[in-house]
RNA sequence: GGAGAAGUGGCCGAGAGGCCGAAGGCGCUCCCCUGCUAAGGGAGUACAUGGUUUAUCCCGUGUCGAGGGUUCGAAUCCCUCCUUCUCCGCCA
């Protein structure tokens, strides 16, 4: 969410802003809402506050003993006005939260101009692209011509777009995830947590899915208490940003680094007939993310700190890739700067996303009034950063496409050797 | 799932229709006193929001778990919900 008052003060640089990104605020709209309801608000404070003065004085003519019914006639109708106005209010006041939490992020400065994908540039690369002296294949005739995955048997379960794996290749997937946790609790600082896995409404507003994304979520029912209902999460993001909701933590208490690994669930609605061969676009996926919640001066650095978390992850595991930075127009709604990490793929032929790092800056804390005490001791919006590290089923996608061997088995990775129990090859 | 109890500022805790944004304590900040230590005295100390503009000040409004209701007036009374605790049952 924006500051209220930068649009109030300031709607038109922020039109221009959003423009960046091919968002189109309607200006003439908002402002004509906020002319009415700076009237409507005041007029209402001053019924109230009418209402308040007359309500003591009688209070205190009771007090003293005197005749309070003239008093009361004077205040007769004062009650039904302020109602109506009240209503009238709150129901403006409605509409011009639905209209500001649904403008996106403001853009970094530094963010490069551009409309899809194809504008994102690249920052960094490292290491080539894998050579091999056969021709290679791609992670599902590898997975399928050992059994180590089951689409089929998935479909059967549940339907398309999940996997079942077996046997060598569901330890390589659970080495991953043991992997990049305690490299990133070991060597880069972060508290480990665990969360839940459905959430409620009120989770997915602070980080910003809703309202506007309800269609890439999985909405449970039943089960649940109350009107309330519940989320599949679409990515840890929403739970661990989430702890700092309605908080105001002490200064000293940041920065705060946690990392998480949980299960995501998204309807991928609007992305038919996309990726619809193997692990790369699935209902349910594994994911080790990243946290920081940060003073607002240190989220530029800190964006800079949690790529390279996520960098190194991929760097010990030797897999190649390159470090792009989101256009404008590519970057996500709760976005201010995002950095997209892209492995190599084989069996593509290409880089592909395998982690995305942002800084949402105070976009997501003021949502949440996620505050913290600033030096002066008064509560400031904090600034929230997250990204993957990594996305555990790409991660294993690019391992098995990486380090196949002519005769179909899979090197296994010196890093992740230790957590296959020594174990080297993936054979049949 | 059943029975009971409770949710008040950073924390503890009083408050039971009006003089309550809220006693008192702890903590914190500033000042005074004190040779050091320990102790003592004084002042201040919730958040959001409107007027209102960078900010301060001032005035107003809202907020005592959340949402409704009763009332001229609600932390206080009523209803619904949420959460926590205790006991019983069930369970990985």
Redesign the pocket.
Known sequence: ML???LL??DINAVAEQLARRGFELDVDKFQALEDK??IL??A???L?????????????A??KGED?QP??AE??D??DQ??AAEQKL?ELQAEIDSIVMGIPNLLDESVPEGNSEDDNVEISKWGEPTQFDFEPKDHVDLGLSHGWMDFEAASKLTGSRFVVMRDGMARLHRALIQFMLDTHTAEHGYKEVYVPYMVNEESLLGTGQLPKFAEDLFKLEGG?????NYYLIPTAEVPVTNLVRGE?VPGDDLPMKYTAHTPCFRSEAGSYGRDTRGLIRQHQFEKVELLHFVKPDDSMQALENLTRHAEIILEKLELPYRKVILCAGDTGFSASKTYDLEVWLPGQDTYREISSCSNMKDFQARRM?A?F?NEA????LLHTLNGSGLAVGRTLVAVVENYQQADGSIRIPQALQAYMGGLEDLTI
């Open positions: 500051d209220i008052k109030r003060n309801r700076k608000q005041t209402t404070q001053d109230q506050n009418q209402r308040n003065t007359r309500s003591k004085a009688i209070g205190q009771k007090a309070i008093l009361l205040v007769a004062l009650g302020l109602k709150s649940q208490k109350g009107e309330q105001i009034q505050r005490r001791g008064k509560p400031a």
